[in-house]
């Protein structure tokens, strides 16, 4: 499954976001238990389900909405100089190493100095603090370079040591691969055999960029200044106001509104059950969501899954013809899937018996055969036939 970590200063409204996007929502959550432990947790991306343009009822999405799971970390607050082991430093980047990508959180309202002390709103600039932890993360690959520069060097002396491999191997931990190396050396125009101390920052800022997608989200867009949107919006920073969704999310699950993540608005089901600081307090998140065409929350979820990760759902069904499982379950499983896929990958991703025994795959919507190379498309329905069973 894959796994966003929320990373950024303390108090910039992570465990807030982290409390609403992994809130149980009865009507999304097939899983029982949807908070792991307070810092792991399951999440959701949102699409569209097919069941509705094929005229079928699947009972796995809500109004024609999907929702898949994802693992959410709620990374500890970090501070600048982490990777010298300030705050609680390693161990929050250790954390990041869990992850696929990276929603770094910083408080658009800036209200919270470059530690997360609370300052007034608009006092602190977020910009400043979209870059360091990019920074942190260089300094602390940098360090476990660094631990094994002086061996590797030696080594990458005698003929026939391949040092991209040398330095993949200790980046294993991080998906690193040598070809991955060998791009930014060509990147960066560098070469690691004769690469100096100078050169290897720049080169793991590089292997963080590859290795951890990043995404910045300006929370606490609901406090955040005219200015201040404005400079983040030119950064391409994606807005949220985690407070609202999880205000939302609590609203919907008391049935005092109905709302689905992702949705731009909400309907009040229950005025009269509403007190008036309660009416109040919904119509200034009413005024949020227009601006922001909804909270932010899910949007930022999707977009780090979708656009950052370039992921794509796919629904592999047993059954072309009813579109179902043996149990007669209509689309039972949304399988997220690197763009790219091939029906072979998906048959590995649904068993690796099943990719083992994989023998060919069916596309529902047309029921024909599809080619082995075929690249599989976002909301495709296969069912993949095995000779394992
Ligand atoms: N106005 C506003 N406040 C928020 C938002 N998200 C979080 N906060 C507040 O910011 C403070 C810190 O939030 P928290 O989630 O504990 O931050 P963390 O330290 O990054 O985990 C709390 O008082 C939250 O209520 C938001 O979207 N808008
Ligand atoms: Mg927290």
């Not at 910039?12 to 009865?26: L, Y």
């Not at 959701?44 to 389900?49: A, D, E, L, N, P």
């Not at 294993?172 to 055999?193: S, Y």
Request: aromatic letters at 8%; one cysteine or more.
């Amino acid at each position: 499954m894959i796994t966003l970590a929320l990373a950024g200063k303390p108090n910039c409204g992570k465990s807030t976001f982290f409390k609403a996007a992994t809130m149980a929502n009865a009507e999304i959550a097939n899983y029982p238990f949807t908070t792991i432990n307070p810092n792991f947790g399951v999440g959701y991306v949102r699409t569209k389900c097919p069941c509705r343009e094929l005229n079928l009822t699947c009972g796995q999405c809500v109004d024609g909405n999907r929702f898949v799971p994802v693992n959410l970390i709620d990374v500890a607050g970090l501070v600048p100089d982490a990777h010298k082991g300030k705050g609680l430093g390693n161990q929050f980047l250790d954390h990041l190493r869990q992850a696929d990508a990276i929603l770094h959180i910083v408080d658009a309202s800036g209200g919270t100095d470059s530690e997360g002390n609370p300052v007034g709103v608009g006092t602190h600039d977020p910009v400043g603090d979209i870059k360091f932890l990019g920074f942190e993360m260089t300094m602390w690959v940098y360090g476990i370079l660094d631990k094994h520069w002086a061996k590797l060097y030696r080594q990458a002396q005698v003929k026939g040591f391949s040092i991209q491999q040398g330095v993949a191997e200790i980046f294993t931990g991080l998906g690193i691969t040598p070809e991955d190396v060998r791009d930014v050396e060509i990147a960066l125009k560098i070469e690691l055999v004769h690469a100096k101390m100078e050169d290897l920052v720049p080169f793991c800022a590089e292997i963080v960029k590859i290795s951890k997608p990043m995404l910045v989200v300006g929370n606490k867009f609901d406090e955040a200044p005219q200015t201040l949107r404005i400079k983040l919006a030119e950064l391409h920073v994606s807005f949220a106001s985690a407070a609202s969704e999880l205000a939302l999310r609590n609203a919907a699950a008391a049935h005092i509104i109905k709302y689905l993540p992702g949705d731009s608005q909400f309907v009040v089901q229950n005025e009269a059950a509403l007190s008036a600081v309660q009416k109040a307090g919904l119509a200034k998140i009413a005024g949020v969501m227009k601006q922001c065409n909804g909270t932010g929350v899910q949007q930022v979820v999707n977009r780090a899954v979708f656009e950052l990760l370039d992921m794509i759902v796919v629904y592999p069904v047993e059954d072309e013809n009813h579109y179902c499982d043996k149990k007669g379950q209509i689309l039972p499983d949304a399988f997220l899937m690197k763009k790219g896929s091939t029906p072979h990958d998906l048959a590995f991703q649904v068993h690796t018996d099943i990719g083992k025994g994989f023998l060919y795959a069916v596309d529902a919507r047309i029921k024909m055969r599809v080619k082995e190379s075929h690249l599989l498309k976002d909301g495709d329905i296969i069912r993949i036939v095995s000779a394992a069973k």
